[in-house]
């Protein structure tokens, strides 16, 4: 259907044909990054927040951290919820189910800060007892206590290149790469070691 309108588009975080060009961030490396912090650090059992996982990028995100994860032989917990608006009793409920978990991964900073809420109500010390990373860095991961520990995601960088490519496509041209994969790094903050 894309096609058929024959106007210049571009996808943003989603690769939905190799005749469409793409910009997204490096999803995969963002969630072995997150599993290398908990390995790091000693984790023995984490719990994986993801969700949902229909979605390419929350399934890149999860192919980093679980192979990861796994590899280094760490127990493996995982639950898939919805993205923006997830059920905090299930979060809650599930996160008392391995309460002797030591770290926690969320896919999204919202799953994040649900998860902390829940961490709190249950009496957990973060990062003493256990550890939290999210995935966006969005403005809300510094105005929490603790301060959320997150991969950024480079919105700024995914805006340029989508435009330079959205130009290159106005102009006629054939985009120099037609799917650019921009990289994520972890801020680390109050909610890991």
């Given at each position: 259907d894309y096609h058929d309108l024959e106007i210049p588009i571009i996808t943003i975080d989603h690769k939905v044909h190799e005749?469409?060009?793409?910009?997204?961030?490096?999803?995969?490396?963002?969630?072995?990054?997150?599993a290398q912090k908990f390995i790091q650090t000693g984790c023995k059992k984490v719990i994986h927040i993801q969700?949902?996982?229909?979605?390419?990028?929350?399934?890149?995100?999860?192919?980093?951290?679980?192979e990861t994860i796994k590899a280094a032989g760490i127990?493996?917990?995982?639950?898939?919820?919805?993205?923006?608006?997830?059920?905090?009793s299930t979060i809650e409920r599930f996160i008392k189910h391995y309460h002797n978990a030591d770290g926690i991964f969320c896919s999204s900073d919202v799953l994040a800060l649900h998860a902390l809420r829940a961490l709190h109500k249950l009496g957990k010390r973060i990062p003493e007892?256990?550890?939290?990373?999210?995935?966006?860095?969005?403005?809300?991961?510094?105005?929490v206590s603790p301060n959320l520990s997150t991969i950024d995601q480079p919105i700024d960088a995914l805006a340029y290149e989508a435009t330079q490519t959205l130009f290159e496509l106005i102009d006629k041209k054939t985009?120099?790469?037609?799917?650019?994969?921009v990289p994520v790094k972890l801020i680390e903050r109050e909610s890991t070691k």
């Open positions: 005749d469409t060009p793409s910009i997204t961030c490096d999803n995969e490396l963002g969630g072995k990054l997150a969700g949902p996982s229909f979605l390419l990028t929350v399934q890149n995100r999860n192919k980093g951290f679980n127990e493996l917990h995982t639950i898939d919820l919805a993205f923006v608006k997830p059920e905090f007892d256990i550890q939290v990373i999210g995935f966006d860095n969005i403005e809300l991961c510094e105005l985009p120099q790469k037609m799917h650019k994969v």
